[in-house]
């Protein structure tokens, strides 16, 4: 299985996040910013990783640079989505992003894996939560790090 992660990230949480989940996928890491469509296209399961800004937007990057995505070529393809947020601070709009992303690549005929319990997790509404599930893997380093390592082992096992 050949796999890229793609990520955009302001304050660096999530390339760190990216990096530890390539580092067990044995995947490749390419920031949104510089990514090009060949980049997404060319592995058999891609991996999304964005942080949630604003009340419940796209990180910047990936706003500026959202054209990449939608012009690859993803019918039928893997991917994965995992999302960084704050539910303490933004309990009413936790990880949305991730929900946003999820969105672009099921209108592109991707087929979404990874969808995780949102038990274990304290917020409102997420735009990411559907049927009663996280679209992707939930990760908040700001207030649930200690929770990060196990919750990637446990994503990167059904992954693969
Ligand atoms: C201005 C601002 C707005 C944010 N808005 C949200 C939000 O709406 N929902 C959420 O879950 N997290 C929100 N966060 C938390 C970030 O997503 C979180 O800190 C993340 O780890 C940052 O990732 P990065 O370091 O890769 O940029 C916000 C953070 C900031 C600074």
Redo the contacts with the bound molecule.
């Keep these: 299985m050949s796999v890229t992660v793609i990520?955009?990230?302001?304050?660096?949480?999530?390339?760190?996040?990216a990096s530890r989940i390539a580092k067990r996928l044995e995947a490749k890491t390419v920031d949104i910013k510089s990514a090009r469509p060949a980049d997404l296209e060319g592995c058999s399961l891609l991996v999304l990783?964005v942080?949630?800004?604003?009340?419940?937007?796209l990180?910047a990057d990936w706003e500026d640079n959202i054209e990449t995505l939608r012009s690859a070529r993803l019918a039928n393809k893997k991917v994965a989505i995992f999302?960084?947020?704050?539910?303490e601070?933004?309990?009413?709009?936790?990880?949305?992003?991730m929900g946003i992303l999820y969105d672009e690549v099921v209108e592109l005929g991707a087929e979404v894996v990874g969808a995780t319990d949102t038990d274990d997790y304290s917020?409102v509404t997420?735009f990411a939560e559907r049927d009663g599930k996280f679209v992707g893997l939930?990760?908040?380093?700001?207030t649930q790090s200690s929770k990060t390592g196990k919750r990637i082992a446990s994503w990167v096992a059904q992954l693969v």
Excluded at 7 to 17: E, H, I
Excluded at 83 to 87: A, E, H, R
Excluded at 89 to 97: G, I, L, Q
């Design positions: 990520y955009g990230s302001d304050g660096g949480t999530t390339r760190s996040v990783g942080p949630t800004y604003g009340d419940g937007t990180q999302g960084l947020g704050d539910q601070t933004y309990p009413e709009s936790f990880v949305d992003a917020y997420s939930a990760i908040d380093e700001d």
